[in-house]
């Protein structure tokens, strides 16, 4: 297997160049050009703003070169994998790598319970009361919780850290509050760290596809709101970047297939375009030959063996869960397949495949002080 995501610049790197800049622990290799950017510019507030689904392949479709995002991109660097919000935005908030955190996909085989858990919601998958599941959240905060740089901020250093977004406790209600909450954060006195998150383009696009022209409005009207904020700000260095890309979908639906689903013993899980699928003793043979006679022109497919050896998931401590979520098989769509069944929903545009228009985000940085000169 070949691993295009680049672990010792990604998603986990930034967080932990930003962990060090505040002198917080982290666990993994930093990047040089953020850690001498951050030490010659010393700025008090450090921002990162991570707009959902909003790839670097998005960006080349609705926004000219002379754009304010195109002009302060730096790079294009990966996302971990798989290419999705799950995974990536809890990279990005711990400094951990998927195979540490366990965080894998939209939804997860929770052993202990022997379900297949919508991982956010906590609820079964398929069950479309959305019932929510007590020992799924109790599972989660045992195995799969992890202190968030901000955390560790707050709790190692002399500075502060805080999280902006429409979860969690102080949760903003819509775009502008959450822009005026990092304007107000960042005009307090002491040196800080804020990560801020939104959920589009990703939640739009979902819906649209990537093509729509509201897409470009939604990407326009944030790349406006930070300029702006941008302009208010002084010492600051903020961060612009996603936690995957998108591209526009064609479903597998698996129930026309039922000599296939035959093999299986559980749910199909992780996302639907990187599938982890669970086989009846005694029918690999039996699941591999069907898996090549429909899907192989679509899907690339991996033995749990294979996966782990590979490093796709991360380096680091693997979580105590890791193993056990992968069950027998991975299948990642290389094309614009995905799978669909019970309790996965038909969508215009997907992630967590492996093509470069899911795997690679934009780094935009942005010095306040630069542009207020």
């Given at each position: ?26 666990k993994?290799n ?16 450090v ?56 965080m ?5 085989y ?21 019932t ?14 992890h ?25 903003y209600?819509?775009i502008?509050?959450?822009y ?18 939104n ?22 009207k944030?790349?406006?709101k ?9 010492d ?34 992780i ?14 043979s039996?699941?591999?030959n069907l ?21 796709l ?20 769509s ?7 069944y ?28 630069e542009?207020?000169?």
């Amino acid at each position: 297997m070949i691993v295009k995501n680049n672990y010792n610049e990604c998603l986990t790197n930034l967080a932990c160049s930003i962990a060090k800049y505040f002198g917080a622990s982290y666990k993994h290799n930093t990047i040089d050009y953020i850690d001498k950017l951050l030490e010659e510019k010393n700025p008090k507030n450090v921002v990162t703003i991570l707009l959902d689904g909003m790839g670097s392949s998005i960006l080349n479709k609705h926004l000219s070169k002379n754009s304010f995002f195109m002009k302060h991109k730096l790079k294009d660097i990966t996302t971990v994998f798989p290419a999705t919000t799950v995974a990536a935005t809890t990279s990005m908030r711990t400094g951990l790598n998927p195979c540490e955190t366990g965080m894998l996909g939209w939804t997860m085989y929770f052993d202990d319970l022997d379900k297949i858990i919508v991982t956010f919601a906590n609820t079964e998958k398929g069950d479309e009361t959305w019932t929510v599941i007590d020992e799924s959240i109790e599972y989660k905060n045992k195995y799969l919780k992890h202190k968030e740089v901000t955390d560790r901020i707050n709790e190692e250093t002399e500075y502060e850290g805080y999280r902006v977004t429409p979860f969690y406790e102080d949760a903003y209600q819509n775009i502008d509050e959450m822009y005026e909450k990092i304007e107000i954060l960042c005009n307090k006195e002491n040196k800080k760290y804020i990560y801020a998150y939104n959920d589009e383009p990703d939640h739009t696009m979902h819906d649209l596809g990537t093509d729509s022209d509201l897409i470009k409005k939604i990407i326009i009207k944030r790349e406006n709101k930070i300029h702006n904020l941008a302009k208010k700000l002084k010492d600051t260095i903020i961060f612009v970047v996603a936690d995957h890309g998108h591209l526009n979908e064609e479903d597998i639906f698996l129930k026309e297939y039922p000599d296939f689903l035959e093999c299986l013993k559980r749910y199909p899980s992780i996302e639907p375009r990187a599938t982890t699928f669970f086989v009846k003793d005694g029918m690999k043979s039996n699941f591999e030959n069907l898996f090549d006679k429909y899907f192989k022109c679509y899907f690339d497919l991996y033995t749990k063996e294979d996966v782990i050896k590979s490093g796709l998931f991360g380096d680091g401590e693997e979580n105590p869960k890791f193993r056990s979520q992968l069950g027998d098989y991975l299948a990642i769509s290389h094309t614009k397949k995905a799978f669909i069944y019970d309790g996965d929903s038909p969508l215009s545009s997907q992630h967590a495949g492996y093509t470069d228009e899911e795997l690679y985000v934009p780094l935009i940085i942005i010095d306040t002080n630069e542009e207020n000169n």
